[in-house]
């Protein structure tokens, strides 16, 4: 079976360049989670979705950063404009709810960004 | 919101030696517990888990008990080996009874090397 598939593995930009990391999660899995990995600060929970739907984007660094779910099958992070303090390593991680918690988190292998 | 501190890294260790990685956490009610394991350029997977006090998760020779009473869920393996070498993460399910996605905050990470 297909993991969670996250693309592109590798993406070094510019300063002020658009980035758009994408997911697409575990076929039936109805819960998405974007993280973000940096030695400094650890793993860090952006944003999750439910159905789709977001529900807690409060650890989104601030408005350069934007995620969307169109469908259950996809998923993008998007940076605009990027900055060099936004290289990490963003993890893609999805779930089946089944109204017990998230339970099990599937991550991808991640996207690592580098911002010249 | 749940928090969760875990045992600061780098843990060095001898093959063969015990393990013990400490992990507390703080919650207003009875959360899930996780561990999940980081292998070299991999994303995070699951290792063990508990979802009530008292429970012992294991797997591949860990294991942790959920402690209510002193709120903690320490990782153990009695004889490690060197493909244990990862990084690993305790997270808190803060609301395993809801029926939706609920937030999954990740420790700081405990990075374990095994000497052969």
């Known amino acids: 079976d297909a993991g969670v598939i996250q693309s592109p593995r590798h993406e070094v930009t510019e300063m002020g360049q658009e980035v758009t990391l994408r997911c697409k999660p575990i076929s039936g899995h109805n819960s998405l989670f974007w993280y973000r990995q940096t030695m400094m600060r650890g793993l860090e929970l952006l944003i999750y979705?439910?159905?789709?739907?977001?529900?807690?984007d409060s650890g989104m660094p601030e408005d350069r950063f934007s995620a969307k779910m169109p469908n259950a099958s996809f998923s993008t992070l998007k940076i605009q404009p990027s900055e060099p303090r936004d290289s990490a390593v963003y993890f893609c991680?999805?779930?089946?709810?089944?109204?017990?918690?998230?339970?099990?988190?599937?991550f991808g292998e991640g996207s690592r960004l580098t911002v010249l | 919101g749940d928090s969760v501190t875990q045992m600061e890294g780098p843990v060095t260790l001898s093959e063969e030696a015990f393990l013990t990685i400490n992990c507390t956490y703080t919650?207003?009610?009875?959360?899930?517990l996780f561990w999940y394991v980081q292998y070299p350029g991999e994303g995070l997977q699951l290792l063990l888990k508990a979802t009530k006090a008292d429970d012992k998760g294991s797997n591949k020779g860990f294991e942790a008990t959920y402690r209510k009473e002193t709120t903690s869920f320490h990782l153990e393996k009695g004889s490690v080996q060197v493909s244990d070498s990862a990084v690993y993460f305790c997270?808190?399910?803060?609301?395993?009874?809801?029926?939706?996605?609920?937030?999954?905050?990740f420790g700081s990470g405990t990075r374990l090397s095994i000497r052969p």
């Open positions: 979705f439910n159905n789709n739907v977001p529900i807690d």
């Open positions: 919650a207003t009610g009875y959360p899930s």
């Open positions: 997270a808190p399910d803060e609301n395993p009874g809801s029926s939706s996605a609920s937030k999954i905050i």
């Open positions: 991680a999805s779930s089946y709810n089944t109204g017990t918690g998230t339970g099990e988190l599937f």
